[in-house]
């Protein structure tokens, strides 16, 4: 069991990674679509401990949409699907996994003004809002946060 915890606990920190570092810019219509780490930025993020659980190179994506939402997807799933399916795997009732996955969901939003962009997170009543900036050349998305640089290529 604790292997379990442990590998649902990586998937959800790599999640809260990509909420916390989601800052850079451009056009709020240019960011919209989907993305997904690229390069190094894949292997900071710990994607490659994903390939366990069946998460390939492009898995894990980001999407902006266009009324201000940020959802994750893992395997083209909504990530709580994702950990839903997960726990499943590893042997909990549909109900027992729909009610961990529910526990862990969390809702984002962005806002964008010309290279900065603002993103809130809700989780379990708690809201914690990022600001940085992007940048986005060709198919590339760049984000600096913190002193850190994320890279993602348009999916």
Known sequence: MKKIQEKILA???IAIILTSLVA???????????????????????????????????GMVME???????????????IEDFFVGILL???????????????????????VNGDKISMTSNMDG???????TFKISGNNLTMNMDGETITFKKK
Do not use: H, R
């Open 11 to 13: 998937i959800f920190l």
């Open 24 to 58: 850079c810019g451009g056009g709020k219509d240019s960011i919209v679509g989907k993305w997904i780490p690229a390069g190094d930025s894949a292997d900071s993020l710990g994607l490659e401990d994903l390939e366990e659980l069946g998460v390939g190179a492009d």
């Open 64 to 78: 902006f949409t266009k009324d201000g939402k940020v959802k994750l997807l893992v395997n083209d799933k909504p």
């Open 89 to 111: 795997d590893f042997g909990m009732s549909q109900s027992e996994a729909e009610e961990a996955a529910k526990e862990m969901a969390f809702d984002m939003t962005y806002k």
């Open 126 to 132: 708690e809201t914690e809002t990022v600001e940085g």
